[in-house]
């Protein structure tokens, strides 16, 4: 469904140099497959979670992304969504002014029309969100309110959630949504998220905890470090990472290497 | 809401709303020329303009279309008068189209006196003049727990500068004046200046301008607050916001905070931008296509001026008729 080969990304700081932030990611994601990426601050995790979503600010600086075949590189952000891609944000945007109903609608009916189906009427969607928004627990006077603005930090990761439910993507990146989350918040993602697993349906979860992982059961566990991927391995890889943090991994001597 | 056309400086209408006054200062009569300069002791009368009337205790709703369709160029010169008794209440829709592209210099001065308890909504449109250049003075005298809002909206206009000097004379009066402007043309210019003079104490003034800005337009804006010894208890906002949609676009920001009395809250703020970008990636991840995500953000913008339009025709009108394809 998704593979990266040999992907290479770099940033420009403010001095205008080109810092390489990813140095060589291969990953390749069967139907149906989740994987984690797991890894320390700064290691590149949320930049690959990025640069898939096809945020602009970052250079591909060498490599390839096939996503269902179609070279995704070459999208839009929007091209990319309307391919079944979607990024729930480690930090979602507050858009003052965008009523949050008025955007989840426009984003459903723009999906609709590259779909080639019919755009939802106002009454019609307004059934369908107020099953979905009881699903991830907020209160229906947020539909009503400016997307994310005045959020808490877990209201805008359930207005993620919400929208992921919405849109019901082919495949899901969730960039550390399990920050800032409650135990009651973070099994409520976990059961939206595994309600949408099937056999189609594949996930790139970004975390720097195993707790979600107790929750969204992983099929494969990667270790990022220095924007490469180290190590891979079942589910109890990450229960090692949680035992044993991310020294004996030599972090440092794959580097020397490099 | 009752509308009256006034055509290149001539009210065209000869009916007034039942208990108002809508008359060409050509046409009144001395009493009404007397109450006139009992506010206004500087008042000329022998100029074109109007005088509008809402005695004490009425209530009332009214379009003014003013239209230019003069073949040549134009220049106006009218002074309108508007008086608003106690315990009065108006809703005041005013318009200025140009039906012609001619050149039209319209040098307007809007003298309104607002009396106890009164409240006024004044939203003023200017748009389709693309080659019109206008200078509006207006001066508004606040009398005690009065309640002027003022809105001005200005679309298209080659050269637009609104001057607005309001003093609070009274306790317990509120003025909040707002803006809306969005400019296109490469030499269109936009220019408000805002006075507000709290006279006396406990009362409350708050502004809000935002505008947009296309290719070479430019935009200025002047706000002042003053609060004299004597105001004490005043509240104060001013906030003035322009996006930046193009390289060679520009915007003057000058908020001015004067202040005397020594029990005040009074805050200002000002900013310059372009459209977010980190708003646009979020729009469109999630299929938004770019010129949409656009819209979404410009409209974003202008609501927080737009919903504090409270009279419902007003905000449908401008809504509808005003912005419709300016964004």
Known sequence: MLNINNLHVSIQDEKQNSKPILRGVTLNIKPGEVHAIMGPNGSGKSTLANVLAGREEYQIQQGAVQFNNVDLLSLNPEQRAAQGLFLAFQYPVEIPGVNNMYFLRSALNSLRKQRELPPLDAADFLMLVKNKIKEVGLSENFLQRAVNEGFSGGEKKRNEILQMLLLEPRFMILDETDSGLDIDALQMVAKCVNRLRDAKRSMLVVTHYQRLLDYIEPDVVHVMAQGRLLKSGDKSLALELEQKGYGWLDINASEAQA | ?327
């Open chain 2, 1 to 327: 809401m009752i509308t009256m056309v006034i055509v290149d400086g001539q009210l065209s209408t000869e009916y007034s709303p039942p208990n108002v006054i809508v008359a060409d200062l050509k046409n009144i009569s001395p009493m009404q020329a007397d109450l006139i300069q009992q506010y206004f002791p500087q008042a000329m009368l022998d100029q074109s303009g109007l005088f509008i009337h809402v005695p004490a205790n009425i209530q009332c709703a009214l379009h003014l279309k003013f239209i230019t369709t003069a073949q040549n160029d134009l220049l106006l010169q009218p002074q309108n008068y508007f008086i608003f008794d106690e315990n009065s209440s108006i809703n005041l829709l005013v318009e200025h189209i140009d039906i012609f592209s001619q050149r039209c210099y319209i040098n307007t001065l809007n003298a309104i006196h607002v009396g106890k308890n009164a409240t006024v909504d004044y939203s003023k449109i200017t748009h389709a003049s693309a080659r019109t250049i206008r200078f509006t003075n207006t001066f508004i005298q606040q009398k005690q727990q009065s309640h002027v809002q003022l809105n001005h909206f200005v679309f298209n206009n080659a050269y637009s500068r609104d001057d607005v000097a309001i003093a609070l004379q009274e306790p317990q009066a509120i003025c909040e004046t707002r803006g809306f402007y969005v400019t296109r043309q490469d030499h269109e210019f936009v220019d408000h200046q805002i006075f507000v003079d709290h006279q006396a104490p406990t009362c409350k003034s708050d502004m809000l301008y935002k505008g947009i800005l296309q290719n070479k337009s430019r935009a200025d804006f002047n706000g002042k607050v003053l609060v004299r010894p004597a105001a004490q208890k005043t509240e104060a906002h001013q906030a003035n916001h322009h996006l930046l949609l193009s390289q060679h676009a520009a915007a003057n920001a000058k908020p001015e905070l004067e202040i005397y009395a020594d029990d005040v809250r009074c805050k200002h703020g000002a900013t310059v931008g372009e459209l977010d970008k980190e708003a646009l990636f979020y729009l469109c991840s999630r299929g938004i296509s770019h010129e949409e995500a656009t819209q979404l953000l410009l409209g974003g913008f202008a609501a927080e001026v737009l919903q504090r339009v409270t009279h419902p025709m007003t905000a449908e009108y401008v809504r509808n008729v005003a912005l419709a394809g300016q964004l």
